[in-house]
Each structure stands twice: as C-alpha cells, then as structure tokens.
C-alpha cells in the first residue's frame, strides 16, 4: 500500500520514528531507510533510490525527526490519492505562491492567505522562538499550492520514476523539496492536507549551504517563477517578490556574506529586468545595510 522512504543520519531518531509509524499508520507498509549517517550521499540520490526500491504504488518521504499524531493516516493518504487522479505530490506543509526571488517554501508575504500547514513545530536552532502550532484553517481536506515542505510529502512510485529528485544539481540536503514540486507541479496537481497532522523537532537550518543551493535551485527554474497558484494581483506579486528577497538577503548577511556578495546576487537573479526599477533600488539599498 505505501512505502515510507527515509534518508537517516541518527539511529535512535530512527528507532523511534519506526515505532511511531507502526503504531500510526493503520495501511500495510515498508519501511526503507538508508544509512547516510556519515553524509556521504544527497538526500535527492537517497530519494532517488527509495523510489526505485520501493515495492508500492504510493511513496512517502519524510525525515526522521518527526512524529505522527494522526490515527490511521496512511488511510488518509492513500483516500486523497484515490479521490483524484491528477495528485502528484501531497504534503503537510505547502505555499500557494512560489516567488521569482530565491526563498525557502514558505511565504514572507500574506501568509494567512498563502501558507498552508498541519503540524506543530518545535525548534531546535532558534533557543529563543517557542513553540508553534501551525494548523492549517482551510475548510477543505486538501489544498493546491505550488510547493511543499520536505519534512514529510508522499507521490506515487510511477510519477517519481519519471520524474527525478535532481541529483545532479541538488548533492546536498535542501533545496529538493521546491525542485520536485515545481516538476511534478508541471504535469500534476501539487496539494497540503490537512488530514494528517505530525510534530517536526527541528526547524530549517538557513546556512551558507541552504543559500547556495537555493541560488542553483532558482537559476534552474527561473524561466517558470513565479508559480502563483493563489491568483495573486500584480500589486501582490511584487510586495511578496520584495520580501522574499529581502529576508534571503538578510539570511545571506547574517551567514557573513559581503554587500557586495548580496549586490551580485542581485544583479544576476534578473529581479530589475522582471520587476522594475523601483523593487531593485529597494534591494539594493537593502544588500548595503547590516
């Protein structure tokens, strides 16, 4: 029915992520979990080979720092499968509108109308930030984005062979999460649930090597941003392009990159080209300032 594909770097997490599932998942299922303690291989090879292993027809991909609260999920999962033919991808957490400017998954911008999640986070990096409850308000079971968040997200073993994690761009451990919702988004339906809810222990580790990998991310897709699934007005668009590459610029300061870094960032992403002067003065300015 379904195979769960992990790429795991902590044998205790591990040990109690598999228990949890057991008891949780409610579906006849494997389990395939690769050793990549020694973080030799990209989680987008990892996948990769999970995908190919797998014995099922439905995959879902998750790290091992997590918890399944909801009862009998896999049913879930499986139930949106069958309900429509065109999901290609379903995650728990996901954005209606992907920007042009390099960003994570989630929007800086209109996150009420945009952003879209079901699970409780908790956080590991960030001593100072507490607990949140990120509950999806949407009436419906299932909502359209544009991408979703790699902590946990599940497709069928017949796109996946087709469509690849790209391992060639992406060797290391992000950026693949956006990458294969804007593939699988050009053919199929891209969708948060709101049926399945889980605890994440750990947020995002926004270092030099998230930026770098964002950067080829977004070069590669730069002829389809942005993707805006939630009808945005152009007035909207250009706010939310603006904040999402404000907050990636101070994301690039805070990990030690020069003004200059930034400014040559900006002048290759194309944004003043794209958007007009006005946005690329702004940012200009912003890549100058501490």
């Known amino acids: 029915m379904i195979s769960i594909i992990i790429c795991s770097a902590n044998s205790e997490l591990l040990k109690t992520l598999k228990s949890n599932i057991e008891k949780t998942i409610g579906v006849e299922h ?6 990549n303690s020694d973080a030799q291989r990209g989680i987008s090879e990892v996948y990769n080979e999970g995908a190919r292993d797998a014995k099922y ?3 879902c991909f998750m790290h091992e720092d997590v918890e399944l609260n909801t009862p009998e999920w896999g049913a879930r999962v499986l139930e949106a499968f069958g309900e429509n033919e065109r ?10 509108f992907k920007s042009y400017s390099p960003s994570g998954w989630d929007s800086t911008c209109m996150r009420e109308r945009i952003n879209f999640s079901n699970l409780l986070q908790k956080y590991k990096y960030s001593a100072s930030r507490k607990d949140d409850a990120l509950i999806n308000k949407s009436a419906k079971s299932t909502t359209l984005v544009a991408v979703v968040d790699g902590v946990w997200f599940c497709s069928r073993k017949d796109i ?3 469509i690849k994690f790209d391992q060639q761009l992406l060797r290391k451990f992000h950026g693949y999460d956006i990458d294969i919702s804007l593939a699988i988004g050009q053919r199929f339906d891209v969708a948060v649930t709101s049926d399945v809810l889980l605890t994440h222990y750990s947020e995002g580790n926004f270092n030099k090597e998230w930026i770098e990998e ?3 991310l977004h070069e590669k897709w730069k002829p389809q941003l942005p993707v805006n699934v939630a009808a945005l ?4 668009i250009i706010k939310c392009e603006q904040q999402a590459f404000k907050s990636f610029i101070t994301t690039m300061r805070k990990s030690g990159i020069s003004s200059l870094g930034c400014i040559q960032v ?5 944004v003043r080209r794209k958007f007009g002067w006005g946005i690329y003065a702004r940012l200009y300015l912003k890549c100058l300032s501490r």
């Open 160 to 162: 996946l062979l087709e």
């Open 30 to 35: 494997e389990i395939i979990a690769y050793d």
């Open 266 to 270: 900006l002048n290759r992403s194309g």
């Open 214 to 216: 964002m950067l080829l």
């Open 233 to 236: 007005e152009r007035s909207e």
């Open 87 to 96: 999901l290609g991808l379903l995650g728990i957490a996901g954005s209606s």
């Open 57 to 59: 027809s439905i995959l």
